[in-house]
């Protein structure tokens, strides 16, 4: 018989009145509930921490609302989410996505029947006003582990897909990528990663402007390129690696940016 791993569930905030009691209910009702729920509340300006509080309050789950004094990021907010937890494990969730109810039994199981396995991630469902500009999830017919190369060449994990061991991995502290630069930490200093195939959490995105998106690009872009030299300089991956790597990044850089303005153009010319 395996021992039961206990669980965390650390969602950071900002500004997410309209969809944190969505969030929160969805980790509230898993099959197998978590062992701590923390709320990373990032500066917000609206009731954030209050409707938090509130939901957390009414249930029988163990929780922590945690206050930032000035807009840090999602993922400095992980951070701190990370560092008050004892559980084994700890898994991410956005306040404006949910997780599917069988989330956490299902991936849980995964850690306790492999000690080896360090990190996991799933697909997702998408829920979009404009699906066709979101980057589709990567699906798979059956579970599979996970490559340093495979990873290097692109991110397989959304974030509220992931669950981890707790350890001393952190993530990085921009807006754009901090998250990939965690998962490539883990992943180039040979821990065992494994990717499930059912779709385990549902992201909700809702419409941008083509000016907004477009920036947004960029910006993941310069900070995905920016990842590589990062793990040179910390002696994870050769200096030719992180130049291959990143000229790779530029190169899938480019080709969304044409797709995406393609789109643009192309939706225009059809009114």
Known sequence: MTDRLTVSAIIPAYNSQETIERALTSVIQQERAPDLIVVVDDCSSDNTPMLAEEILSN?????????????????????????????????????????MPNKIRVQAEFFEKDPG?????????????????????IKVKKTTVLSAFSLLTRNRFSTPSVMMR????????GHYSEDYLLWLRVVTDGNKALYLPDPLFMMFKPAVSSKG???NLFKM?????????????????????ANFFAFFSFLKLCVRVFRFYFAYFWKGLKK
């Open 221 to 241: 872009g310069r900070a995905e390129i920016s990842n590589f030299f990062t793990l040179y300089k910390e002696r994870r991956i050769s200096l030719l690696s």
């Open 166 to 173: 707790r350890s001393s991995y952190r993530f990085g502290d």
């Open 117 to 137: 396995v360090f990190i996991c991630g799933h697909p997702w469902l998408l829920d979009s006003m404009n699906a066709q500009l979101i980057e589709k999830s």
């Open 59 to 99: 249930n029988d789950i163990p929780y922590r609302i945690l206050h930032n004094k000035i807009n840090v990021g999602p993922g400095v907010s992980r951070n701190r989410g990370i560092m008050v937890c004892d559980s084994d494990l700890v898994a991410f969730l956005d306040a404006d996505d949910i997780w």
């Open 213 to 215: 998106l477009s920036s």
